[in-house]
């Protein structure tokens, strides 16, 4: 069958820019598709091709000129990008006609809110890990079979409420035997960057899933709690194949989860003589507990780590449920920079900030010399414990504004003075990207 798999543009709107002008706080990240990558690469048979929207955003065209007209689209998309992925199916159908091309989403947003998706120009929704789910939806449109019970499918059905066949995530859903389809996307790889820490890089997954259940996060959604790991050889192989690239972004939630395969990982990577960059993301309090795990992994190649300090406050790391306190933060920086291990620091604003807070964090920034400082608007994403807690509160619904960088909770400041102080701290980030 030919399968054409679509990663969006970048998307979203940006309420400080419209309403006053402030251009600073936007953030575009180019990184490849993973996630379509991996599911081509469990399609064997089938004539596959990913239109990278991000990277390309006037390829369809050309693709669907060239590879013709499709059986399949699959879409996938997070939450300011569910519009966008609406759009380009309803384009899809239009520009495919007669043949009506089988349109199927799945993803962070469709995995926390499939409901969203219940519309016209959609089949198949695909909830939670999809590469196996979605080469068994596949198999059984090629063979002319009803895919209606397949484990973590709806099919859509107008008129209808959407209900999602259930389903146990287990290491069957990773399908480790098939690696990603790199080669699909190798005409853009010198576009794949990550700005800040070293250029040109690649994404390799060694885990889906976290360990902890945060509050604010779409990831437990993706694997119904569950941490599952990729087999060591399968991360060794994935990383083989991108041989051109010397910057490895390991793109799981929490790629320490497991530290019995992170250990095994590093030391495989250190024996072999593997000679690559990586970067990670690590919790704070798994860097406390298990120093001499960083320190293998730095002796292996870590060079920067992704950690989601979100909070300098107790109470408020409380409320986002982070399972994590302040002094944890500290304390991993300090063993982080005894280790020269560069720190990407995630950090959440909460609406509520006032001058007060925002000095608070920036003074934290400044005096711990956090190398890549990254702060976000706290964004209730629907599915999320947050947005159950706070859904009464939410004064903006349009899906196009949940970018992290807009506040979509009424603010205590006026929005222009929140949006202006938070605006200060961004030109901290971007200066820090300049000058790496």
Request: charged share 25%; aromatic share 8%.
């Amino acid at each position: 069958m030919k399968i054409l798999l679509i990663n969006p543009p970048n998307s979203g709107r940006s309420i400080p820019e419209e309403e006053f002008g402030i251009t600073s706080i936007k953030l575009i990240f180019r990184g490849e598709p993973l996630a379509l990558e991996t599911l081509a690469g469990n399609l064997p048979g089938h004539d596959v091709v990913i239109a990278d929207l991000k990277a390309d955003p006037h390829c369809l065209e050309n693709i669907l000129e060239d590879f013709g007209r499709p059986d399949i689209v699959g879409l996938t998309g997070v939450t300011c990008e569910a519009n966008a992925v609406l759009s380009l199916a309803r384009d899809i159908k239009k520009r495919c006609r007669p043949d009506n091309p089988v349109t199927v989403v799945g993803g962070h947003h469709a995995s926390c809110d499939p409901g969203y998706f219940n519309r016209e120009h959609i089949d198949f929704v695909v909830t939670g890990l999809g590469k196996a789910t979605f080469a068994n939806l596949v198999h059984h449109l090629e063979q002319k079979k009803s895919p209606d019970r397949i484990p973590g499918l709806a099919r859509v059905r107008k008129g209808r409420p959407l209900a999602i066949n259930p389903k146990r995530y287990s290491t069957e859903d990773i399908v480790d035997t098939m690696p990603p389809r790199y080669d699909l996307v190798a005409d853009y790889r010198d576009r794949y960057v990550m700005s800040g820490v070293g250029g040109k890089v690649g994404f390799v997954s060694t885990a889906f899933g976290c360990t902890h259940c945060c509050s604010f996060c779409t990831i437990p959604s993706l694997t119904g709690g569950r941490y599952i790991s990729h087999s060591c050889e399968s991360i060794l192989r994935d990383i083989d194949m991108l041989e051109d690239v010397s910057l490895i972004r390991f793109v799981d939630a929490n790629t320490f989860g497991d530290i019995a395969m992170a250990r095994e990982l590093a030391q495989t990577l250190i024996d072999r003589g593997i000679k690559k960059r990586f970067v990670a993301d690590v919790r704070a309090d798994t860097v406390v507990n298990h120093p001499q795990i960083m320190k293998l992994w730095a002796e292996a190649g870590l060079v920067s780590v992704v950690i989601g300090f979100e909070e300098i406050n107790d109470d408020r790391l409380a409320m986002l449920n982070k399972k994590s306190t302040n002094r944890a933060n500290i304390k991993a920086l300090e063993i982080l920079k005894e280790l020269d291990i560069r720190v990407i620091g995630d950090f959440i604003i909460s609406p509520d900030y006032g001058y007060e807070e925002f000095e608070a964090l920036d003074n934290f920034i400044n005096y711990y010399q956090i190398d890549l400082p990254v702060p976000s608007i706290l964004t209730p994403i629907p599915g999320t414990p947050l947005h159950r807690r706070l859904k009464n509160e939410i004064a903006i619904t349009d899906l196009d504004y949940y970018t992290f960088s807009n506040a979509v909770l009424p603010t205590q400041l006026s929005r222009k003075a929140f949006y202006t102080t938070y605006s200060a701290i961004m030109k901290k980030l971007h200066s820090h990207i300049k000058n790496s």
